[in-house]
């Protein structure tokens, strides 16, 4: 989970730092999820991408917004979800609402749109795989969850002041997001970048 500055003649995104993880799950920097984004070759496959990015909502989430588009606010740029799209039994959180930066609202109001739902979690991890290769990223841990994983990893580092608002809405409670989020080793160049994705993000 650590990662090494290498100080040498190439750009920051050729210097291929060590990736980082939570949980075992992949977390992109700014600049790797702009050359992954830049490798999807599909409109709708990139919207995808986006909606999950933007939201931070889990995979299944994600899916069940488009069954019942309602839960999304767009006047109170956020997204109401209800026990229908909560459904996972390990989860205590039931019921959340979802902060949507400017960006993300306009993402998820075309992904409503478009009414394609995610494929299977296999079929999305291979995409993943095989764009991150395109794009010359290191496809490994590379899944479902790092779309979710990559925001609220941003959303903390971005916004340190705001950490209970983004547990919240990320429906985590403090203590956890607290051990995986607050310490990943992002530096200087990852924050800057960071907020051409998160401006705008307030609860």
Known sequence: MNTIENKNSKGYDELKPEIITVKNVRVLRPWETKKLIDAIPNKSQRLKFEALLYSGMRYIETNRLLEKPQMFEPGNNRIHLDSYAIRKKKIKIKERYVILSPVAKRVIESYIETNKPLPTYDVWRDNLKRWAKDAGIEPGRLGPKTTRK????????????????????????????????VTLPFNETDKNQMKEFVYGWEP
């Open 150 to 181: 990559t925001w609220e990893s941003w959303l903390v580092t971005y916004y340190p002041h705001f950490t209970n608002h983004i547990f919240l809405s990320q429906g985590h409670n403090a203590l956890t997001a607290l051990n995986h989020y």
